[in-house]
Nanobody, 120 residues
Framework: QVQLVESGGGLVQAGGSLRLSCVAS???????????MGWYRQAPGKQRDLVAR???????TYADSVKGRFTISRVNAKNTVYLQMNSLKPEDTAVYYC???????????WGQGTQVTVSS
C-alpha cells in the first residue's frame, strides 16, 4: 500500500506564494512513476476537486480556476510531486491532497493533506 504525505501549506496573504510537496512511500512505491498524479483540494463544506494533474511523462493539465497561477511538477526518482502556487487568492483556501489520477483504478489511501489559508 502506498502512503502519501503532503506538506508545505500555511497561512499566506493574498498575492503570496506557497510550494506544496507530496512524497509517496510504501510498497510498491515503483507504481508512483507509472501513474499520473494529481493535486486535489477540499474547502469546508465542499467536495474534493482536482486542481492539477501531471502524467507520468510530464504532461500537465489545470483547472480553469488555477490556470496560469499554479504549476505542478514531479521528480520520479524522489517519488515526489510538487505544486507551486503563485498569486494566491482567498478562494484558494482549502486542504490540499495529492493522489494518483486514474480513470481505471481507485485512488490510493488519502493522506492527511496540508492546509492552505489565504487571507485577504
Amino acid at each position: 500500500q502506498v502512503q502519501l504525505v503532503e506538506s508545505g501549506g500555511g497561512l499566506v496573504q493574498a498575492g503570496g506564494s506557497l510550494r506544496l510537496s507530496c512524497v509517496a512511500s510504501g510498497s510498491p512505491v515503483s507504481t508512483f512513476s507509472i501513474n499520473s498524479m494529481g493535486w486535489y483540494r477540499q474547502a469546508p463544506g465542499k467536495q474534493r476537486d482536482l486542481v492539477a494533474r501531471i502524467s507520468r511523462d510530464g504532461v500537465t493539465t489545470y483547472a480553469d480556476s488555477v490556470k496560469g497561477r499554479f504549476t505542478i511538477s514531479r521528480v520520479n526518482a524522489k517519488n515526489t510531486v510538487y505544486l507551486q502556487m503563485n498569486s494566491l487568492k482567498p478562494e484558494d483556501t482549502a486542504v490540499y491532497y495529492c493522489n494518483k489520477f486514474s480513470s481505471y483504478s481507485a485512488p490510493w489511501a488519502w493522506g492527511q493533506g496540508t492546509q492552505v489559508t489565504v487571507s485577504s
